[in-house]
């Protein structure tokens, strides 16, 4: 699905499904050198439960125009343009790693757009370190390997998640080598330090609607512990551990679905379709 933002291309993936504006709406946004293909066993299944999905690429990344956006406020103020340009009046914005911190960001600076908020990855402040930092200002495709090897905690699957012989690692790792290959230059540290720059520390304490944070057990990304201040500023949040690394989506797929459609379900539900 295309739409116009701001005058350029945005690219939402809608999980085999037309986007229905009328259907209740679940926003999924992708972190740092990513796209919309990290969720792409989550959209396809929320769309085909009766949830109209959105799944964009970020500007400059993937298949959206632009260049990439600087600060995670001016990321968020395209997420919420997005939304009126899908004719999305209210929707569920769930959101990995700097895509946490989007959505974060959204549900304090506009609450009535927001009817939940899953936080998957998330910590404040989201530091990177001055290594990585400088490895992806001066060596991306060092930082990639470094970020490929530090989001799994795995090199292959578990039994019921990618085929037999899947590299969940390789798979992660390609696809930031292909956002290396057709982005901005330096696109992985215009995203690091987006998110290192990213300092509202009011905004977990605003957020009002059904919140769940989705943590890896075996993260060393944001570990659980990194999340702490935000879990104790949202009121009546929830938190549902997974035995994942970082890359959570790919490694405990199951889970994260299961959390989501629970929280999805608080938010608006819906007669279930399939």
Same mark, same amino acid.
């Given at each position: 699905?295309?739409?116009?933002?701001?005058?350029?291309?945005?690219?939402?993936?809608?999980?085999?499904?037309?986007?229905? !504006?009328?259907?209740?709406?679940?926003? =999924?946004?992708?972190?740092?050198?990513?796209?919309?293909?990290?969720?792409?066993?989550?959209?396809?299944?929320?769309?085909?439960?009766?949830?109209?999905?959105?799944?964009?690429?970020?500007?400059?990344?993937?298949?959206?125009?632009?260049?990439?956006?600087?600060?995670? @406020?001016?990321?968020?103020?395209?997420?919420?343009?997005?939304?009126?340009?899908?004719?999305?009046?209210?929707?569920?914005?769930?959101?990995?790693?700097?895509?946490? =911190?989007?959505?974060?960001?959204?549900?304090? +600076?506009?609450?009535?757009?927001?009817?939940?908020?899953?936080?998957?990855?998330?910590?404040? !402040?989201?530091?990177?370190?001055?290594?990585?930092? @400088?490895?992806?200002?001066?060596?991306?495709?060092?930082?990639?390997?470094?970020?490929?090897?530090?989001?799994?905690?795995?090199?292959?699957?578990?039994?019921?998640?990618?085929?037999?012989?899947?590299? &969940?690692?390789?798979?992660?790792?390609?696809?930031? #080598? +292909?956002?290396?290959?057709?982005?901005?230059?330096?696109?992985?540290?215009?995203?690091?330090?987006?998110?290192?720059?990213?300092?509202?520390? @009011?905004?977990?304490?605003?957020?009002?609607?059904?919140?769940?944070?989705? #943590?890896?057990?075996?993260?060393?990304?944001? !570990?659980? +512990?990194?999340?702490?201040?935000?879990?104790?500023?949202?009121?009546?949040? +929830?938190?549902?551990?997974?035995?994942?690394?970082?890359?959570?989506?790919? @490694?405990?797929?199951?889970? &994260?679905?299961?959390?989501?459609?629970? =929280?999805?379900?608080?938010?608006?539900?819906?007669?279930?379709?399939?």
């Amino acid at each position: 699905m295309l739409l116009d933002v701001h005058g350029l291309q945005a690219y939402c993936h809608t999980g085999g499904k037309a986007f229905d !504006p009328s259907l209740p709406a679940v926003v =999924l946004i992708h972190g740092a050198q990513n796209d919309h293909s990290v969720w792409a066993w989550q959209s396809r299944a929320l769309a085909h439960r009766g949830y109209a999905v959105l799944a964009p690429d970020l500007p400059g990344h993937g298949r959206s125009s632009g260049p990439p956006l600087p600060t995670v @406020e001016t990321m968020t103020a395209w997420v919420l343009a997005l939304l009126d340009a899908a004719g999305a009046g209210r929707a569920l914005l769930a959101g990995h790693s700097m895509g946490a =911190l989007i959505a974060l960001e959204a549900a304090h +600076r506009a609450p009535q757009r927001v009817g939940g908020l899953a936080l998957l990855g998330a910590a404040f !402040p989201m530091r990177v370190s001055d290594a990585l930092l @400088e490895a992806a200002r001066t060596g991306q495709d060092a930082a990639i390997d470094m970020v490929a090897a530090w989001s799994h905690a795995a090199w292959l699957p578990g039994p019921s998640r990618a085929g037999p012989g899947v590299s &969940v690692h390789n798979t992660a790792r390609r696809l930031m #080598q +292909r956002m290396a290959a057709r982005g901005a230059p330096q696109l992985l540290h215009t995203d690091f330090a987006a998110c290192n720059a990213y300092a509202n520390g @009011e905004a977990a304490a605003s957020v009002a609607c059904p919140t769940l944070f989705v #943590q890896g057990r075996k993260d060393v990304m944001t !570990p659980p +512990r990194a999340a702490q201040s935000l879990t104790g500023a949202v009121k009546h949040a +929830r938190v549902v551990g997974v035995d994942a690394g970082h890359a959570m989506m790919s @490694e405990a797929p199951d889970a &994260v679905l299961d959390a989501l459609l629970r =929280l999805a379900a608080d938010a608006h539900p819906v007669q279930a379709t399939g």
